[in-house]
């Protein structure tokens, strides 16, 4: 069971948009094998490097709504916000050392 955030649409706002870090949203879903790979991928990242990036999951079944205002298409999407705005998206699982460098620049 992840030991990550879960938001929704209640919490959205002040979880993710209103975050004074980093935040990387998980969109997932729990059919999604590929999701179940990369969640305790970011586990990891988030144990090491939470203090410089919030990392949270979003599942797309149960908050489509959210989903859809950012186009979700695919799952995974890791989208990263700052100061409210989407200012990285990775689409697909990812190694550890790929995620790590897709975030270097936050972490």
Do not use: Q
Not at 46 to 65: C, P, Q, R, W, Y
Not at 74 to 80: D, E, F, K, M
Not at 88 to 94: L, M, P, Q, V
């Amino acid at each position: 069971m992840s030991t990550l955030e879960h938001v929704t649409t209640s919490t959205f706002d002040e979880m993710v948009l209103k975050s004074t870090t980093p935040v990387l949203v998980d969109f997932w879903a729990e059919w999604c094998g590929p999701c179940r790979a990369v969640g305790p991928i970011l586990e990891e990242i988030s144990n090491e490097h939470g203090d410089k990036i919030k990392i949270v999951k979003l599942n797309t079944d149960e908050e489509s709504a959210i989903a859809i205002k950012y186009g979700i298409t695919s799952i995974p999407t890791l989208n990263v916000f700052v100061n409210g705005e989407v200012v990285k998206s990775i689409i697909g699982a990812r190694p550890k050392p790929a995620l790590l460098k897709e975030l270097d620049s936050f972490i």
